[in-house]
């Protein structure tokens, strides 16, 4: 068998996996627009995600919808439930303290790996303008949103786009633990005036003391979540 003849062989298996890398492509783009969708607060846990009407909404067969709701249960963020369908998962405390746990690891080290200011501040300043607006508003889902993005930005200042897809899929599942809180505005505005006060660290290029304030931030968040879990209703897991 010559050369010629493997590399033609070779042609040939990769043209009959072609459609299949338009179904896995077309599925990891639809689950990433659902997992954006939840870490907004659009589909709250619990909620039974249809097929038929997200199908519709997206212009997606049922085959690749299935296949995006595969990738987001292997990331935790939907439940299968046998003969009733994909549904948004109910975190448990176990899994808000093992998300606080990453967190801590991912963002605090972010900053702890930031060379001589001035830093790459861009995206996190931004994050913090956009929840100072949503609250001048009153829009405190708006606030949620904007709160996620801040830690995703803190997160990017890695420059890693392995940390990004990481902190994509934890902060997306963060924002099914918020819904808990019974007052979002209560639960929100103390951490937006902490987001400033780290992002006004951060320009001041004292990395160091900005990585201590988020270490607290995170630990403070993290009690006042896993306190308000015993307070809600029972629920289906």
Known sequence: MTADTDAGLALSELAADRALLGRTSTAERVAGILRERIAQGFFLPGVRLSEAQIGSALGVSRNTLREAFRLLTHERLLVHKLNKGAFVRVLTVAD????????????????RGLDAPPYPLDTVAAAVAAGERAAQH????????ANIRFHQAV?????????????????????LAF??????RRFYEPYLTRNREILNTLESGDAAAAERMLGFYLADSRRQLTEAYPEQPAQER
Not at 98 to 109: N, S
Not at 138 to 144: E, H
């Open 96 to 111: 808000i303290v093992d998300i606080y746990r990453v967190r801590q690891i991912v963002e605090c080290a972010a900053i």
């Open 138 to 145: 009153r829009r405190w889902n708006d606030l949620g949103t």
């Open 155 to 175: 997160a990017g200042l890695a420059g890693s786009e392995r940390t990004d897809d990481l902190m994509r899929g934890v902060l997306a599942e963060l924002r």
């Open 179 to 184: 819904h808990v809180m019974d007052d979002p």
